[in-house]
C-alpha cells in the first residue's frame, strides 16, 4: 500500500462547478499537507498549507485535514477553464527526515 | 520577490554526455531537494540537502550526484545520461527549524537525452 493515494482522473467538469479532490494517507505522524497545482510542463505551484487538522480557505480554494480519518480534500469553487491542471497532494511528518511525499496527482480539466 | 531559480530551463544532451542543471534560491531555506519528473507521474525525490548533510534516496542510480556549494546553490550532475534519464527535474526548497516550512518549487529544467 502506498503511503499517499489519489485517484489520478482525468477528472472532466463544466465551468462554474465545485470540484472537489481527495488524498488518503496511512502514516498518522503525517503533520503538514499540501496541494499543489502543476500545469503541463511546469514546476508545482503550493496552493495551500495545512499544519495539523482543520480547514483552510484562500479565495475559491479550501483545504480539509481530516487526521482521524486520514483524508484531506481540496475544495474549488466556481471553477474557471484556467483552473485546468493535475493537482498534487504532499504531506510530511514532524519527525527527523526533512521528505514530503507525494500523491500520484489528478488531472483537472474544466470545460467551457 | 524571494524564489527558486532553476537554470536551463531546458537542456538537451547525448546519450552519455554529463550534464550539469543548476538551482539557486533566495528564501534562505536550509534544505535543498532534487526531484526527478516523468510524464503523468508523482516527483521522485532523487536526494536532498538539510544545510551541507547530503541525504541520498537508496534507489537513486549512481550515475545521478549533487553539489550544495552553499546555502543559495545546489547542482544536480548526471554523469552519463541515458535515455531513460530523460524527464523534468525539479528543484525544491524548505525551511527546517522547530518547525518544518512547506516546500516551494522552481519551474523545472526539462532535460532530453538524444
Known amino acids: 500500500q502506498k503511503e499517499v493515494e489519489q485517484d489520478p482522473g482525468p477528472l472532466s467538469v463544466p465551468e462554474g462547478a465545485i470540484v472537489s479532490l481527495n488524498c488518503t494517507y496511512s502514516?498518522?505522524?503525517?503533520?503538514?499537507f499540501m496541494w499543489y497545482r502543476q500545469y503541463s510542463r511546469k514546476g508545482p505551484e503550493l496552493l495551500m498549507y495545512?499544519?495539523?487538522?482543520g480547514n483552510k480557505e484562500d479565495g475559491r480554494f479550501t483545504a480539509q485535514v481530516d487526521k482521524s480519518s486520514k483524508y484531506i480534500s481540496l475544495f474549488i469553487r466556481d471553477s474557471q477553464p484556467s483552473d485546468s491542471a493535475t493537482y498534487l497532494c504532499?504531506?510530511?511528518?514532524?519527525?527527523?527526515?526533512?521528505?514530503?511525499?507525494f500523491g500520484t496527482g489528478t488531472r483537472l480539466k474544466v470545460l467551457a | 520577490d524571494a524564489m527558486v531559480i532553476q537554470n536551463p530551463r531546458y537542456q538537451v544532451t547525448q546519450f552519455g554526455k554529463p550534464v550539469t542543471l543548476s538551482c539557486s534560491q533566495t528564501?534562505?531555506?536550509?534544505?535543498m531537494y532534487w526531484y526527478q519528473q516523468k510524464s503523468s507521474q508523482a516527483p521522485k525525490l532523487l536526494f536532498h540537502?538539510?544545510?551541507?548533510?547530503?541525504?541520498n534516496e537508496a534507489d537513486t542510480p549512481d550515475n545521478f550526484q549533487s553539489r550544495r556549494p552553499n546555502t543559495s546553490f545546489c547542482f544536480l550532475d548526471i554523469r552519463s545520461p541515458g535515455l531513460g534519464d530523460a524527464a523534468m527535474y525539479l528543484c525544491?526548497?524548505?525551511?527546517?527549524?522547530?518547525?518544518?516550512?512547506?516546500?516551494?518549487f522552481g519551474p523545472g529544467t526539462r532535460l532530453t537525452v538524444l
Open positions: 528564501l534562505n531555506h536550509n534544505v
Open positions: 504532499a504531506m510530511s511528518s514532524t519527525s527527523g527526515t526533512y521528505k514530503y511525499i
Open positions: 495545512t499544519y495539523s487538522s
Open positions: 540537502y538539510y544545510d551541507k548533510d547530503f541525504n
Open positions: 525544491a526548497t524548505s525551511r527546517r527549524d522547530r518547525r518544518q516550512d512547506t516546500q516551494y
Open positions: 502514516n498518522s505522524a503525517f503533520q503538514y
